[in-house]
């Protein structure tokens, strides 16, 4: 699982509340010389800081925004566009029952350190990340290997227990980056891989600082950038603040909508509102009552107003789903029609399942601005239907992993789902939502196994029509990706097909 962990907005911001803001800039990143001054140097600002370095052990996505495609690679890569390319395999070979994968490596590919990226290595990742001591944190998504072969150093050959629609894809996500052997263990406070940086320093709550790497394999896409500094900056204001002062360059992830107008009239911005896979999910548990009971899911689903909620908790900026699926997916089917908003028929549904009178849940709030807001709007549009939410604030991530993620402690919580094409999550055994469908199972595993689009087309939306009828999660809105970067800099992504900050194209413009 992969969980987005933004900050997001303050509402009733006055003209004393910025100056506070840009106070807490001034100490945080000692204003006083731009960033702007070197121009093969970037700092780039983000919400939250990663608890560790390494994407295959852990699922904040923090992580891989720092380090994916920076400091690691794949075997395959997802582009800018969502679309696979070959990475440090050139090419691969597919048998016609879809069972075996044959990779070709590249020649001269080293990890930092000097050490060589081989089969040998590359065998090495893949079995780490299946293994029965795997903390993988897609470990589900290497399940179907049944074996990883180096017959050479420059071939590797996977083959699977069952057709697997999307391995490539799969192959080119964070958790699947190539690790060496010798340094996989470090690789949580001082990550080691082939890309085009290298680590440098982490300056625990304040910034990770990388460096161009002399050696970089691939010449012809030498990044432009000599130093990338990461800096942490949760406070909205502050980020604002520190973006207008110069001491921060680009900051991808902007998390006050409500302000982003403001950037947005400023020439000497550029502003992006692009497309990410965070979506917006309240997630109930299942197998409580009265959660375990459809109609009541359903009835909560109709008692939210999806447009209104995106008003609410991020200033307009997102887009209402009915299920776990983003527009930019492949496959997407729009259900938001299954389950209205209609606070009349909710009701009648809560009626209809023994509860005329309403019912007391309570909402576990990651504390998060954005996700507190969310909750509150949520809180709101339930108690018209009847239905009294109780907030408890919980700490993110440690008390809200440990107490929902893995307890299943809860009735209902919020959260941002970030992993790419993760509907597959609703067929886990034992995820925290805790619901079992046969029904869902069945037409997934269609769509995963399928070995032509059409099948797979035709199956996903099948998935998507269950998850909207049966409602495991009130699925809320995909959240844009706002960003903001001085117009001088040129490279940045401007969407986010997988959560990360890739600059390896970005450059100051002369």
């Known amino acids: 699982m992969a969980m987005a962990s933004r900050t997001g907005r303050r509402t009733g911001f006055h003209a004393a509340r910025l100056g506070r803001g840009l106070l807490v800039a001034a100490a945080v990143l000692g204003l006083g010389g731009t960033a702007q001054a070197a121009k093969d140097r970037l700092v780039v600002g983000m919400p939250v800081e990663p608890t560790g370095l390494d994407p295959t052990v852990a699922a904040p996505v923090s992580i891989g925004q720092v380090t994916w495609q920076n400091v690691y690679q794949g075997l395959t890569r997802v582009d800018r566009h969502g679309k696979v390319q070959p990475q440090l395999a050139s090419g691969w070979t597919v048998s016609p029952d879809g069972l075996v994968y044959t990779f070709t490596l590249r020649d001269g590919v080293a990890f930092h350190d000097g050490t060589p990226f081989n089969a040998a290595a590359a065998k090495f990742s893949l079995d780490r990340a299946r293994g029965a001591d795997s903390t993988n ?6 399940e179907p290997i049944a074996s990883v072969d180096a017959p050479d150093a420059k071939t590797l050959v996977v083959t699977l227990k069952r057709p697997v629609s999307d391995l490539t894809y799969r192959l080119g996500m964070p958790a699947a980056v190539m690790v060496a052997s010798n340094s996989a263990d470090a690789n949580r406070t001082t990550p080691v891989g082939t890309g085009p940086f290298r680590f440098k320093a982490w300056a625990k709550g304040d910034r990770v600082e ?98 209104a909620l995106v008003e609410g908790a991020w200033s307009g900026f997102g887009t209402p789903i009915g299920s776990h699926y983003t527009p930019n997916d492949p496959g997407f089917v729009d259900t938001t029609g299954v389950l209205p908003y209609d606070p009349a ?27 507190s807001r969310s909750g509150e709007v949520l809180q709101a549009m339930l108690a018209d239907v009847g239905v009294t939410v109780k907030i408890e604030p919980t700490e993110f991530p440690a008390k809200w992993v440990q107490e929902v993620f893995k307890d299943k402690a809860y009735d209902m919580t919020v959260m941002t789902h970030a992993e790419p094409l993760d509907i597959d999550i609703y067929a886990r055994p034992n995820y925290y939502f805790n619901y079992n469908s046969p029904k869902f199972n069945a037409a997934y595993t269609a769509a995963a196994t399928a070995t032509d689009d ?36 040129e490279g940045m992504w401007e969407s986010e097909p997988v959560p990360s900050n890739d600059l390896t194209e970005v450059r100051w413009r002369d």
Do not use: C
């Open 137 to 142: 944190p897609q470990k589900p998504y290497f």
């Open 345 to 371: 028929k909710a009701k009648a549904l809560l009626a209809q399942a023994g509860y005329p009178n309403g019912f007391t849940f309570t909402l576990k709030t990651p504390q998060m601005a954005y996700l």
């Open 210 to 307: 990388l460096e161009r790497f002399a050696d970089y394999w691939d010449k012809a896409h030498a990044p432009a950038l000599a130093q990338v500094t990461f800096r942490f900056l949760a406070d909205p204001q502050a980020q604002a603040a520190a973006l207008r002062a110069g001491d921060v360059d680009a900051f991808p992830e902007f998390s006050a909508p409500e302000i982003y107008t403001d950037f947005q009239k400023d020439k000497k911005f550029s502003t992006v509102v692009g497309n990410t896979e965070l979506k917006m999910v309240a997630g109930m548990n299942n197998a409580r009552k009265p959660f375990n009971d459809v109609r009541v899911r359903k009835a909560l689903m109709m008692a939210v107003d999806r447009k």
């Open 454 to 489: 059409a099948a797979r087309t035709k199956a996903i939306g099948e998935a998507q029509r269950i998850l909207a009828e049966e409602v495991p999660a009130l699925f809320l809105f995909v959240m844009p990706k706002l960003g903001v970067w001085s117009a001088k800099v």
